[in-house]
Each structure stands twice: as structure tokens, then as C-alpha cells.
């Protein structure tokens, strides 16, 4: 991590917790970090909870003028119409979201989505004035091959080669090795810089050195306390993209505090 970029802690609730346990993970969030005076200026926190709990997330964050963000896990490619059970990001963005996730490996491999139309969703987020996390990251077959790094830079190379310099410098990476999400593996934080810097080093000789020194590469896989000092002590690695752990509130509070003792 760079002083250059402020660090981001980001919860990935998946399809856990409704609109009810959401807002009261939330105001558990803010009463831990406001008594550990948590200070949001160096270091953003943000919850990605399900379309269902969005407003009543929303509702929360501005009544009580809390300074945890918040944002989507998915998006249509379109912007309105008869398309049964999408939701738009302009939908998305009249919500105060403050990002999305495109490209998350359970989308490309559930539902699926393809580098084609996860392009189309970096686009329409980018246009409804959000920042896109992608999320990029080989499978346990393309690590045994040793061609993680090329494949996960390949990922962002094809889904950001057509954006401007300024849409991709409001891009944020999220590489998450595949085999390391929900297994309880995690990369060592060797091989996170290494991608993390791959990353960079791709995104700076596509447009060049400011959009390479300004999009932050978060890191996600099995993230908890006992492993996030150490990764985000690498100088490419801005933050994690978290799932589990983003469900046990005292878990994530913690992760909140190293990550911003660390990178005082």
C-alpha cells in the first residue's frame, strides 16, 4: 500500500442477511468503528449488501449521517425496459451506491457472464457515476500451469482496453484468486503483490503512469485479522474485497482498524 491511495475495506455479503439484519450490521459496524475512532479520511469502508436491503442501507447511512459506503453486487447492462428481473445502474446509483461488483468469479460461473458483457457493465456503471470493483483472478488449473499472473492481467487487458484514461483511472481491481474465495487458502501476500503489481504495471502501459498510480488493486480469498496486516503491507495491494469474515461484525471491525493502522 501507497500512501498515494486510500486503502478500502469492502464487505461482499453475497446472498446473506435481509433487510432487517443489514441495517443492524451496519449500525453495529458504526458504533465499533466510532468507538475505536476509526478515522474514514485514511481509510473507506464500504458494504456491498443484496438489492433487497439496498435502500433500507441507504435510509440508515443518511439519517444517521454514517460514513460507511455502500454499493451493489451486480448489474444490467441496460438501462430500462422489458428486461424481467434486471436492475440498472442508474437504478443502482439513485440508491447514494457508491460502487458495484462486475466480473465477480460466482457471476462468470453461475449465471454466466462473459468478459463481453462484463465490459458493457464497467461502462454503464462508469456512466451512471460509480466505480466499478472488477474482479479478476485465476482458477487452481491456471495456477498449477503458472500462468496465474498472465491470465489475471489478461482479464483486466481485455475487459479496460477501450476505456479512456479518465473512466480507468476510476476503476478498482479486486483480484481474487479463484481457489482461494470461501476455501479458507489464501495467496501469500508474495504472490498478492506480485498480481497486484502485474496488475499495475499492465494498467500503466495501457494508458499510463497516473491511471497505474491511481486505481487501487484490492485483494480478496479467505481475508480475516490473522492474515490482512501482512498483505496490505505490500506496496501494490490497496485494500481487501472480503467475504466471510464481512459477515462477523467484529471480524470486519478489526480488519477495519489493522488495515488503518497500517498504513498510517
Not at 11 to 27: C, I, P, R, S
Not at 107 to 114: A, G, L, S, V
Not at 209 to 236: C, F, M, W
Request: charged fraction near 25%.
Amino acid at each position: 500500500m501507497t500512501s498515494r491511495r486510500i486503502p478500502l475495506v469492502a464487505g461482499n455479503w453475497k446472498m446473506n442477511f435481509d433487510h432487517l439484519e443489514a441495517t443492524y450490521f451496519v449500525q453495529q459496524l458504526a458504533w465499533k468503528l466510532r468507538d475505536a475512532r476509526f478515522d474514514y479520511k485514511r481509510c473507506e469502508v464500504a458494504l456491498m449488501p443484496s438489492f433487497t436491503s439496498l435502500r433500507s442501507v441507504q435510509v440508515l447511512v443518511e439519517s444517521d449521517k454514517l460514513r460507511i459506503r455502500y454499493g451493489a453486487q451486480a448489474v444490467s447492462v441496460t438501462s430500462q425496459g422489458a428486461f424481467t428481473g434486471d436492475v440498472s445502474a442508474d437504478m443502482i446509483a439513485h440508491l447514494g451506491c457508491s460502487y458495484v461488483i462486475v466480473g465477480h468469479s460466482e457471476r462468470r460461473k453461475y449465471h454466466p457472464e462473459d468478459d463481453a458483457n462484463i465490459v458493457d457493465q464497467v461502462r454503464a456503471v462508469l456512466a451512471a457515476g460509480m466505480q466499478p470493483i472488477l474482479c479478476v483472478g485465476e482458477s487452481y488449473e491456471e495456477r498449477r500451469k503458472g500462468i496465474e499472473l498472465d491470465f489475471a492481467v489478461g482479464q483486466v487487458h481485455d475487459v479496460t482496453r477501450d476505456l479512456s484514461d479518465e473512466e480507468a483511472s476510476r476503476l478498482i481491481v479486486a483480484y481474487e484468486p479463484v481457489w482461494a474465495i470461501g476455501t479458507g487458502m489464501v495467496a501469500t501476500p508474495q504472490s498478492a503483490q506480485d498480481a497486484a503489481k502485474a496488475i499495475r504495471d499492465d494498467l500503466t502501459a495501457t494508458f499510463s503512469t497516473t491511471v497505474g498510480d491511481t486505481v487501487r488493486i484490492l485483494y480478496g480469498g479467505s481475508v480475516s485479522s490473522k492474515n490482512a496486516v501482512e498483505l496490505i503491507g505490500e506496496p501494490d495491494v490497496d485494500g481487501f474485497l472480503i467475504g466471510g469474515a464481512a459477515l462477523k461484525v467484529d471480524e470486519l471491525t478489526k480488519i477495519c482498524r489493522l488495515t488503518l493502522e497500517a498504513t498510517a
